[in-house]
């Protein structure tokens, strides 16, 4: 745990970092803060702040003068992605139950795009995929055998990724 006497923000931009490669951002990723009272002998106590933080080296490829804006769009995924290093570094538990099962719903959708699309397409196509399956439902027509396969892969990886959900401790 780290200690300050000023309030951690959650995301902290250290610098923007230059290379022949391109930039990149030093940040800090800080949760858990709290508040304490801490005693310092003579001159008495004191109130402090204490949290968890993971520095990163994020790769960038953006205006340096617009890191903030995508720190700011990403600091959910940057959240997810430090807590679970500390948990990797440390073998303390910091995600809760909710951060959990959104890790396993971005696995499940990594595996699911990549059973379906192995060129790199995404799995943003699921909604359009459930709604030509009711429409044929709906008209009594049967999918060809290919759409059902799609159907089928896409099903199994979401019962594997609900399966890792129903086992998740509070």
């Given at each position: 745990?780290?200690?300050?006497?000023?309030k951690?923000?959650?995301?902290h931009l250290?610098?923007?970092?230059?290379?022949?490669?391109?930039?990149?951002?030093?940040v800090s990723?800080?949760?858990?803060?709290k508040?304490?009272?801490v005693?310092?002998?003579?001159?008495?106590?004191?109130?402090?702040?204490?949290?968890s933080?993971v520095r990163?080296t994020?790769?960038?490829?953006g205006?340096?003068?617009r890191?903030e804006e995508?720190l700011a769009a990403?600091?959910?995924?940057l959240?997810?992605?430090?807590?679970?290093m500390w948990?990797?570094?440390?073998?303390e538990?910091?995600?809760?139950?909710?951060e959990r099962?959104?890790?396993?719903?971005?696995?499940?959708?990594?595996a699911i795009t990549?059973?379906?699309h192995p060129?790199?397409?995404g799995?943003?196509?699921?909604?359009?995929?459930?709604q030509?399956a009711?429409?044929?439902?709906d008209s009594?027509?049967?999918?060809?055998k290919?759409f059902?396969?799609?159907?089928?892969?896409?099903g199994?990886e979401i019962a594997?990724?609900?399966?890792?959900?129903?086992?998740?401790?509070e």
């Open positions: 745990m780290v200690r300050s006497m000023i951690p923000e959650t995301m250290w610098q923007v970092l230059s290379s022949e490669t391109g930039l990149a951002l030093d990723v800080r949760w858990d803060e508040e304490i009272t005693s310092d002998g003579m001159a008495g106590a004191h109130q402090e702040w204490e949290y933080e990163l994020i790769p960038y490829q205006d340096s003068a890191a995508y990403f600091e959910p995924t959240l997810l992605l430090a807590k679970t948990e990797k570094e440390h073998g538990i910091t995600l809760t139950k909710e099962e959104q890790l396993i719903d971005r696995e499940t959708d990594v990549s059973a379906l060129a790199g397409r799995e943003h196509f699921a909604a359009l995929r459930e030509i009711q429409m044929l439902a009594g027509q049967q999918p060809i290919k059902q396969n799609l159907q089928d892969i896409a199994a594997k990724g609900q399966k890792k959900k129903d086992v998740l401790k």
